[in-house]
């Protein structure tokens, strides 16, 4: 088996070689990360971009600058609802 690098070509060569036949369920996998906008993880989150803003800069909710612009992983957005599960069966 040749060596193969994290390239997207190689990749792409690297599926072929192990799904001759089915490239269309390994092409819906994502190799890279989902960044959001503040805007668009507001909306993912429901709720406002204000208050995105202030969970932001209160050490909440993280984010990665981009020059002048905050950007949203949305894994860890993910992450952040699981994490803040509340209620459950009476005694928990």
Known sequence: MAHYSNQKKDLRIFTKDIFPNDTKTLCS???EEEWLTTK????YLKIPTSTLWTLSSNGKVPYYKL???NRYALADLRNLLLSQKRG???GN
Not at 40 to 43: D, H, Q
């Open 40 to 43: 668009e993880a507001a909306a």
């Open 29 to 31: 996998l994502k190799t």
């Open 88 to 90: 459950g069966f009476y």
């Open 67 to 69: 020059g002048r612009s």
